[in-house]
């Protein structure tokens, strides 16, 4: 098993920054892919950034290409989204979660491991 906590969202303006956090702990997160999306109310889960277990090959979706960066230090079995230029559209609770043998897949139903979610608003 592997539980996973984000943490360091929080109300920002727009053209912020905010750096989450997912922690780990249970099991290391080596060998697996690690995947960021966020879900504003109302709406669906979607896919926001994903690394491989390496760290060696990273995937954006288009809404935060150029502006979010994933990263990962498997040492300190944690994963980091850096988020810049931040937008009111950006506002949404912010997800992390695991995946064995597979990597940058958009289908949240594909993941069995998530965090509980921090919440992002972008105030303007």
């Known amino acids: 098993q592997v539980q996973l906590v984000e943490s360091g969202g929080g109300l920002v303006q727009v053209g912020g920054s905010l750096r989450l956090s997912c922690a780990a702990s249970g099991r290391t997160l080596s060998r697996y892919s690690m995947t960021w999306f966020r879900q504003a109310p109302g709406k669906e889960r979607v896919f926001l950034a994903a690394i491989t277990w390496t760290g060696d090959m990273t995937s954006y979706a288009d809404a935060v290409k150029g502006r979010f960066t994933i990263s990962r230090d498997n040492a300190e079995n944690t994963v980091y989204l850096q988020m810049n230029s931040l937008k009111p559209e950006d506002t949404a609770v912010y997800y992390c979660?695991?995946?064995?043998?597979?990597?940058?897949?958009?289908?949240?139903?594909?993941?069995?491991?998530w965090g509980q979610g921090t919440q992002v608003t972008v105030s303007s």
């Open positions: 979660a695991a995946a064995l043998n597979s990597f940058g897949r958009s289908d949240p139903t594909e993941y069995s491991y």
